[in-house]
Protein backbone atom coordinates (compact mmCIF):
# COMPACT_ATOMS: atom_id res chain seq x y z
CA UNK A 1 0.00 0.00 0.00
CA UNK A 2 0.96 3.63 -0.88
CA UNK A 3 -0.36 6.89 0.42
CA UNK A 4 0.13 10.38 -0.92
CA UNK A 5 -0.75 13.26 0.76
CA UNK A 6 -0.54 16.29 2.93
CA UNK A 7 -0.23 15.39 6.59
CA UNK A 8 -2.48 16.25 9.52
CA UNK A 9 -2.48 14.94 13.02
CA UNK A 10 -3.08 11.26 13.57
CA UNK A 11 -6.40 10.10 15.07
CA UNK A 12 -7.73 7.31 17.03
CA UNK A 13 -9.73 4.77 18.79
CA UNK A 14 -9.78 3.49 21.93
CA UNK A 15 -11.66 0.03 22.48
CA UNK A 16 -12.94 -1.06 26.31
CA UNK A 17 -9.80 -2.53 27.17
CA UNK A 18 -8.01 0.79 26.67
CA UNK A 19 -5.47 -0.12 23.37
CA UNK A 20 -5.83 2.01 21.02
CA UNK A 21 -5.93 2.62 17.21
CA UNK A 22 -4.27 4.83 15.33
CA UNK A 23 -5.66 6.44 11.71
CA UNK A 24 -3.34 8.34 9.29
CA UNK A 25 -5.09 10.51 7.48
CA UNK A 26 -4.36 13.74 5.55
CA UNK A 27 -5.46 16.41 2.93
CA UNK A 28 -4.47 17.22 -0.41
CA UNK A 29 -3.98 19.77 0.09
CA UNK A 30 -6.93 20.08 1.79
CA UNK A 31 -9.46 17.71 0.38
CA UNK A 32 -9.02 14.90 2.80
CA UNK A 33 -7.48 12.08 1.60
CA UNK A 34 -8.05 8.51 2.81
CA UNK A 35 -7.96 7.20 5.77
CA UNK A 36 -5.53 4.21 6.74
CA UNK A 37 -5.03 2.06 10.19
CA UNK A 38 -1.43 2.40 11.64
CA UNK A 39 -1.51 -0.72 14.17
CA UNK A 40 -1.09 -3.33 11.06
CA UNK A 41 2.32 -1.40 9.87
CA UNK A 42 4.02 -2.29 13.20
CA UNK A 43 6.70 -4.41 12.30
CA UNK A 44 6.75 -3.42 8.37
CA UNK A 45 9.70 -1.56 6.90
CA UNK A 46 8.26 2.23 6.20
CA UNK A 47 9.50 4.12 3.80
CA UNK A 48 8.45 7.84 4.41
CA UNK A 49 9.57 10.66 1.54
CA UNK A 50 9.58 14.01 1.60
CA UNK A 51 9.63 15.98 -2.01
CA UNK A 52 9.66 19.23 -0.18
CA UNK A 53 6.53 20.88 -0.60
CA UNK A 54 4.65 22.06 1.89
CA UNK A 55 0.80 23.62 1.95
CA UNK A 56 -0.84 25.63 5.08
CA UNK A 57 -3.37 23.44 6.46
CA UNK A 58 -5.99 26.56 6.93
CA UNK A 59 -5.34 27.80 2.98
CA UNK A 60 -3.95 25.18 1.22
CA UNK A 61 -1.07 27.31 0.10
CA UNK A 62 2.26 26.18 -0.53
CA UNK A 63 4.16 27.76 1.90
CA UNK A 64 8.28 27.32 2.95
CA UNK A 65 7.66 26.48 6.44
CA UNK A 66 5.17 26.20 8.64
CA UNK A 67 3.63 28.07 12.19
CA UNK A 68 2.06 26.43 14.99
CA UNK A 69 0.64 23.37 13.40
CA UNK A 70 1.06 23.47 9.62
CA UNK A 71 -0.08 26.95 9.42
CA UNK A 72 1.33 29.74 7.22
CA UNK A 73 2.66 32.82 9.15
CA UNK A 74 -0.38 34.90 8.03
CA UNK A 75 -2.61 31.84 9.14
CA UNK A 76 -1.26 31.64 12.33
CA UNK A 77 -1.88 35.55 13.10
CA UNK A 78 -5.23 35.21 11.91
CA UNK A 79 -6.81 31.59 12.16
CA UNK A 80 -9.03 31.02 15.37
CA UNK A 81 -6.89 27.97 15.19
CA UNK A 82 -3.89 29.46 16.73
CA UNK A 83 -5.69 32.10 18.92
CA UNK A 84 -4.07 32.58 22.25
CA UNK A 85 -6.67 30.91 24.12
CA UNK A 86 -5.68 27.24 23.06
CA UNK A 87 -2.30 27.39 24.02
CA UNK A 88 -3.44 29.60 27.24
CA UNK A 89 -6.93 28.71 28.11
CA UNK A 90 -7.17 30.92 31.18
CA UNK A 91 -7.35 33.92 28.39
CA UNK A 92 -10.32 32.83 26.37
CA UNK A 93 -13.16 35.34 26.84
CA UNK A 94 -15.81 34.10 25.40
CA UNK A 95 -17.87 32.99 28.84
CA UNK A 96 -18.17 37.46 28.88
CA UNK A 97 -19.51 37.78 25.39
CA UNK A 98 -15.72 38.83 24.43
CA UNK A 99 -13.93 36.99 21.40
CA UNK A 100 -10.25 36.87 20.96
CA UNK A 101 -10.26 35.89 17.17
CA UNK A 102 -13.72 34.46 16.04
CA UNK A 103 -16.91 34.92 18.02
CA UNK A 104 -18.16 31.47 16.25
CA UNK A 105 -15.66 29.47 16.67
CA UNK A 106 -15.01 30.15 20.14
CA UNK A 107 -18.30 29.66 20.99
CA UNK A 108 -18.11 26.47 19.40
CA UNK A 109 -14.97 25.19 20.65
CA UNK A 110 -14.45 27.32 24.16
CA UNK A 111 -18.10 28.18 25.59
CA UNK A 112 -18.23 24.36 25.82
CA UNK A 113 -17.83 22.18 28.62
CA UNK A 114 -13.97 21.81 29.63
CA UNK A 115 -12.29 19.24 32.23
CA UNK A 116 -9.15 19.84 33.84
CA UNK A 117 -7.41 16.12 33.82
CA UNK A 118 -4.15 14.70 35.69
CA UNK A 119 -2.41 12.19 33.30
CA UNK A 120 0.72 10.23 33.22
CA UNK A 121 3.00 11.07 30.30
CA UNK A 122 6.26 10.91 31.03
CA UNK A 123 4.86 11.88 34.46
CA UNK A 124 1.94 13.58 35.96
CA UNK A 125 0.91 16.71 34.40
CA UNK A 126 -1.82 18.83 34.49
CA UNK A 127 -3.64 19.58 31.50
CA UNK A 128 -6.97 21.09 29.79
CA UNK A 129 -9.15 19.61 27.20
CA UNK A 130 -12.47 19.69 25.78
CA UNK A 131 -14.71 17.19 27.38
CA UNK A 132 -16.26 15.66 24.15
CA UNK A 133 -11.89 15.39 23.16
CA UNK A 134 -11.68 12.42 26.01
CA UNK A 135 -9.99 10.31 25.77
CA UNK A 136 -7.87 11.05 22.31
CA UNK A 137 -5.84 14.65 23.87
CA UNK A 138 -4.71 11.72 26.38
CA UNK A 139 -3.72 9.43 23.19
CA UNK A 140 -2.18 12.26 21.72
CA UNK A 141 -0.02 13.53 24.36
CA UNK A 142 1.08 9.94 25.21
CA UNK A 143 -0.41 9.42 28.53
CA UNK A 144 -0.81 5.47 29.63
CA UNK A 145 -3.40 6.93 32.18
CA UNK A 146 -5.56 9.22 33.68
CA UNK A 147 -8.09 10.51 35.29
CA UNK A 148 -10.35 13.60 35.67
CA UNK A 149 -10.17 16.44 38.67
CA UNK A 150 -12.77 18.73 37.45
CA UNK A 151 -15.39 19.40 35.10
CA UNK A 152 -16.17 23.03 34.08
CA UNK A 153 -18.84 24.65 31.65
CA UNK A 154 -16.55 26.89 29.58
CA UNK A 155 -12.52 26.78 28.69
CA UNK A 156 -11.01 29.99 30.91
CA UNK A 157 -12.53 28.41 33.89
CA UNK A 158 -10.82 25.17 33.40
CA UNK A 159 -7.81 27.41 32.60
CA UNK A 160 -7.54 29.24 35.71
CA UNK A 161 -7.64 25.75 37.36
CA UNK A 162 -4.22 24.59 35.59
CA UNK A 163 -2.93 27.74 35.86
CA UNK A 164 -3.46 27.59 40.18
CA UNK A 165 -2.04 23.85 40.36
CA UNK A 166 1.11 24.49 37.85
CA UNK A 167 2.89 24.86 41.39
CA UNK A 168 1.31 21.53 42.38
CA UNK A 169 2.16 19.03 39.02
CA UNK A 170 3.78 20.68 35.45
CA UNK A 171 1.88 21.04 32.57
CA UNK A 172 4.27 19.94 30.15
CA UNK A 173 5.39 16.29 28.87
CA UNK A 174 9.00 15.38 28.54
CA UNK A 175 9.27 13.19 24.79
CA UNK A 176 12.06 11.24 25.34
CA UNK A 177 10.43 9.88 28.81
CA UNK A 178 6.78 9.62 27.04
CA UNK A 179 8.55 7.50 24.91
CA UNK A 180 9.58 5.08 27.03
CA UNK A 181 8.22 2.22 28.81
CA UNK A 182 5.92 4.21 31.59
CA UNK A 183 4.44 2.47 34.05
CA UNK A 184 0.99 2.91 35.48
CA UNK A 185 0.32 3.75 39.16
CA UNK A 186 -2.94 4.35 40.05
CA UNK A 187 -2.44 4.98 43.85
CA UNK A 188 -0.52 7.88 43.03
CA UNK A 189 -2.49 9.38 40.36
CA UNK A 190 -5.69 9.74 42.59
CA UNK A 191 -3.52 11.17 45.22
CA UNK A 192 -2.51 13.29 43.00
CA UNK A 193 -5.75 14.47 42.55
CA UNK A 194 -6.39 14.62 45.88
CA UNK A 195 -3.35 17.08 46.59
CA UNK A 196 -5.25 18.63 43.16
CA UNK A 197 -8.43 19.07 45.25
CA UNK A 198 -6.23 20.52 48.25
CA UNK A 199 -4.29 22.99 46.00
CA UNK A 200 -7.52 24.16 44.45
CA UNK A 201 -10.14 24.65 47.82
CA UNK A 202 -13.35 25.51 48.21
CA UNK A 203 -13.77 28.21 45.30
CA UNK A 204 -13.86 25.50 42.83
CA UNK A 205 -15.06 22.71 45.08
CA UNK A 206 -18.87 22.82 42.88
CA UNK A 207 -16.62 21.83 40.10
CA UNK A 208 -14.45 19.05 41.51
CA UNK A 209 -14.90 15.39 39.78
CA UNK A 210 -15.59 12.97 42.68
CA UNK A 211 -15.72 9.79 40.81
CA UNK A 212 -12.36 8.17 40.57
CA UNK A 213 -12.56 6.32 37.38
CA UNK A 214 -8.93 6.18 35.85
CA UNK A 215 -8.84 5.46 31.78
CA UNK A 216 -5.84 3.33 31.49
CA UNK A 217 -4.58 3.06 27.46
CA UNK A 218 -2.41 0.50 25.77
CA UNK A 219 -0.16 2.52 23.04
CA UNK A 220 0.89 -0.21 20.09
CA UNK A 221 3.87 -0.92 20.85
CA UNK A 222 6.39 -3.84 19.52
CA UNK A 223 9.55 -2.63 21.55
CA UNK A 224 10.68 0.36 23.20
CA UNK A 225 14.12 1.23 21.57
CA UNK A 226 16.57 2.15 24.57
CA UNK A 227 17.78 5.49 23.12
CA UNK A 228 15.61 7.73 20.47
CA UNK A 229 16.32 10.89 18.96
CA UNK A 230 13.70 12.83 16.88
CA UNK A 231 14.31 12.86 13.06
CA UNK A 232 12.74 15.80 10.97
CA UNK A 233 11.69 15.78 6.66
CA UNK A 234 13.68 19.32 6.29
CA UNK A 235 16.98 17.35 7.80
CA UNK A 236 16.08 13.75 6.84
CA UNK A 237 13.87 14.06 4.01
CA UNK A 238 13.73 10.08 3.47
CA UNK A 239 13.00 7.87 6.72
CA UNK A 240 13.46 4.00 5.86
CA UNK A 241 13.42 1.49 9.26
CA UNK A 242 11.12 -0.68 10.72
CA UNK A 243 7.96 0.81 12.48
CA UNK A 244 8.15 -0.89 16.23
CA UNK A 245 5.57 1.35 17.64
CA UNK A 246 3.37 4.46 17.59
CA UNK A 247 2.79 6.52 20.97
CA UNK A 248 1.13 9.90 21.39
CA UNK A 249 1.53 11.35 17.94
CA UNK A 250 5.30 9.49 17.11
CA UNK A 251 6.03 7.16 15.13
CA UNK A 252 9.16 4.41 16.50
CA UNK A 253 11.64 2.74 14.77
CA UNK A 254 13.49 -0.28 15.56
CA UNK A 255 16.78 1.92 15.07
CA UNK A 256 16.12 4.30 17.64
CA UNK A 257 14.48 7.52 15.44
CA UNK A 258 11.32 8.72 16.04
CA UNK A 259 8.97 11.00 13.87
CA UNK A 260 6.29 13.32 15.08
CA UNK A 261 3.50 13.30 12.80
CA UNK A 262 1.97 15.70 14.37
CA UNK A 263 4.88 18.45 13.86
CA UNK A 264 4.77 17.81 10.55
CA UNK A 265 1.24 18.61 9.13
CA UNK A 266 0.99 20.23 6.08
CA UNK A 267 4.19 18.30 4.73
CA UNK A 268 3.16 16.28 1.21
CA UNK A 269 4.55 13.24 1.55
CA UNK A 270 4.75 9.51 0.53
CA UNK A 271 4.23 6.39 2.48
CA UNK A 272 4.84 3.01 1.82
CA UNK A 273 5.60 -0.14 3.38
CA UNK A 274 7.84 -2.93 2.34
Known sequence: MKWIGNVRKMGSTVDGNGDIAYHFHGGNPLDPCPTWE???????????????????VVTGKKIRKTFGEGMSYEAF?????????????ELSRIHEGVALRDE????EHHLTPHVVYVARTSHLKVGVTRAVNIPSRWVDQGAV??????????????????????????DKTQWRGMLSKVECNSDELLQAKEDCFDMLGESYESFFDLDDNITTLHPPVLMYPPKVRSVT??????????????????WMFENGSVWNVRSHAGYRVEISAD
Open 38 to 56: VNPWLGKEIHVAFGGDIHC
Open 233 to 250: LDRTPEIHARLVGVKGQY
Open 77 to 89: LHSPMATPSIMRP
Open 145 to 170: EAVVVARTPYRQLAGEMEVALKDLLS
Open 104 to 107: AWER
